[in-house]
């Protein structure tokens, strides 16, 4: 993954704050248009083929959301994006996932699981509320963003399908389709990306299936239609475009530790005092900032997860 430095990202001309406001502006005048003509129907709305851009309805605001610091401006947030099956290039998968077909979509739920399911994307989007949750996201690269995710508590899912007793891990697997994703037709990685996480982990309100960002459906770029979001570990954990999620009882192989064991490991959890073999985490630069800022442990969510490592050497297990 870190091969090369980072480029260089232009400073945004506009406020985080202000382009999301003029893009909600800018939604209310449509819906405002769309009544005036008597479009306003849910089917018009929210089509089934819901494309990036399309307003998500109804959001609640979470308790679990970060406040106080800027978001990432939604330029940034969407062609600055880690998608090796778009191309390794920080702008390829802006430039190239557009081809993605995000419907028909379903995702295959299997393992130690009382009730298995597939649920299609129609489903996945109703199951509960949608909320935004506002995430710091830390990239193992060194490079962090603060984004307006929308979605809700993976647990949700958990609780539909009854893990048995042996499920103590949760494997999830995304979309490898050498026809859309001309990434995957090259070595770059053990195709399908798969990440992983610890039942407390995966049951943890702030580990979210995410469905969107910044009020809308989510951009191809960043895991349409469906991904995972953990917002205290690097952002390798959180898996894009998810089609099967695995309850298994040993702990499961994942795509970075495959590719190099002794620089990235199974928990990944943001920590500035277990570096990078090859670089220091003590820092880290908030994309649209200049220089740099002490990275968190736990990226900040320390009060909520530390206890899930109470005892644990967490060097040992990184
Ligand atoms: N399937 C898949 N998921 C993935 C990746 C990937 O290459 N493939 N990259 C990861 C990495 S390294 C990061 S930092 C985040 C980036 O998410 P974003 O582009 O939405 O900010 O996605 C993660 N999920
Ligand atoms: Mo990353």
Redesign the pocket.
Known sequence: ?PIKQPAAVPPSEITSRDHYLHRREFMQAGAALGAAVGLATAGIWLPRAAHAGTKLPDLRKSPLSTTGEALTPYKD?TT??????FGTGKDD?SETASKLRTRPWSVTVEGEVGKPRVFDIEEILKLAPLEERIYR?R???GWS?V?PWVGYSFSEIIKRVQPTSKAKYVQFT??ADPEQMHGVKMPI?DW??T?GLRMDEAMHPLTILCVG?YGEVLPN???APV?IVIPWK????????IIKIRFVEEQPKT?WALANAREYGFYSNVNPEVDHPRWSQGKERRIGEFGKRATVMFNGYGDQVASLYAGMDLRKFY
């Open positions: 993954m947030v600055y994006n880690n998608y090796y099956e998968p996201m990239c193992v690269e963003m984004i995304s979309l990685l399908p990306y990440e960002l770029q960043d895991g991904r690097y952002g390798f954990k959180s898996g894009k475009s795509t």
